[in-house]
């Protein structure tokens, strides 16, 4: 059934497939009738070293109907807690095509998400909606422009069939590319499904795949536990900067790679608030915006229990190590953040009092709602906002530029740091919305427009403004759906 030619450019891979066959099963594609490409990321494809012209102009591979050349179909197993509650999972919508070879030598996963039910679909019908996942493309395209490490998107192709949720909706399948579909949840799907053999070799997959310079370390699982929670800490440290809620954090929707994955209910906050929740789910408020950092360490403690036969024979031991590993997590957070949080405010060097600084602009920008990333830009170019009549601000300012001056770097490297840390724009709500209302019935100018400006989010030029505007009061307040 293969299409690949030398034009295309696939040159895929299956690396997958040698792990033991308990952790994927290999299915049909699930043909579709009128499959349309909606939107395509040129791009990302010459990346991929694909044939950007032949793939945007076929909708056949990146519907699913026709299967290129070298792929062996298949949907993952895993597990996961779904908002503390641990189940059984997998792709149960997904279908991974291959592992595409890049020109540049990387190996990436070239997934469809909505391509149809799998043998973990339970009762769902296996495809996604147009507007949700023309959403995930712009959030995870707008990701990788902030410098967030996630998955990317490649392409959103209408089914051309509906689909039934609480109405009737198109159907999409989307392109998503990633450094590996590993997650929390397949470790934890492996500790508590498969044997310690399969959980092995799973481990010793993760870590050739992501993390090869600790191959020979003493107890090289230990070190991956180490190093996913470090790439985990620098990632919720950056969602945390530019005021990313993901939604649902859920083992499942946590990778080993440290990529962000699963757009489903994510937004943006305009307005500073630590409590912030947009997901209409989530009514405990699980996933609020300043719950992120802790819900790590619980997922982290959870990839931790699932390694516990291989990191220590005894099991005692075994779970002293993950303790003490585990708990060094939230100092590592924290620098992070700090780190990240110093640069914003143009601090180079680091002093203990820095976070009482932090702290106190953040409570400031809390009591008067101001806007989280306008604010930063209007510090980062001199320029009036809404903390300006905080009777607090001009003390807290004053205290700003005298830590300014007792570090090395002049005024003007001051202001690069800051520029190159605060973003211009982020894909505000509102902004989003309304491509996707309009996407959704066929004009993707809006939509085309939003994903150029997002793609270069530090520029700080005039073309940007618009983008920046906060939504009017008329918006309301923002609730993001599953609808999925
Ligand atoms: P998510 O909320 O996207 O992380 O998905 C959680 C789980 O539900 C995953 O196992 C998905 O594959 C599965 N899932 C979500 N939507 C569907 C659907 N329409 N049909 C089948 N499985 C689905
Ligand atoms: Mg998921």
Redo the contacts with the bound molecule.
Sequence with gaps: MGTGSAKTGWNLDSSYTSLPSSFYTVIEPNPVNHPKMVIFNKQLAANLGLGADELQNDAAILSGNEIPDGSIPLAQA?A?H?FGNFTM??????MLIGEQITPSGERMDIQLK?SG??P?????????ALGPMLREYIISEAMHGLGIPTTRSLAVVATGEP?YRDTELPGAILTRVAVSHLRVGTFQYAANWTSEEELRALADYAIDRHYSEIKNNDNRYLSLLQEVMKRQAELISKWMLVGFIHG?M?T??MTISGETI?Y?PCAFMDTYDPETVFSSIDVQGRYAFLNQPGIGGWNLARFAESLLPLLHKEQEEAVKIAQETISGYPELYKRQWYKGMRAKLGIFNEEKEDETLIQHFLAMMQKEKADYTNTFVALTFDKEHALSVNPDYARWKGSWQERLSRQEESEAAVHQLMRNSNPAIIPRNHRVEAALDAAVNGDLTAMEELLDVLSNPYEHSEKQTAYAEPPGPECGPYETY?G?
């Design positions: 895993y996961g779904q999972l997998g792709d149960g919508r997904a909505g039910p799998t973990f679909s339970r009762r769902g019908d296996g495809r996604a689909i649902v859920n499942d929707n699963d489903g599953c999925t």
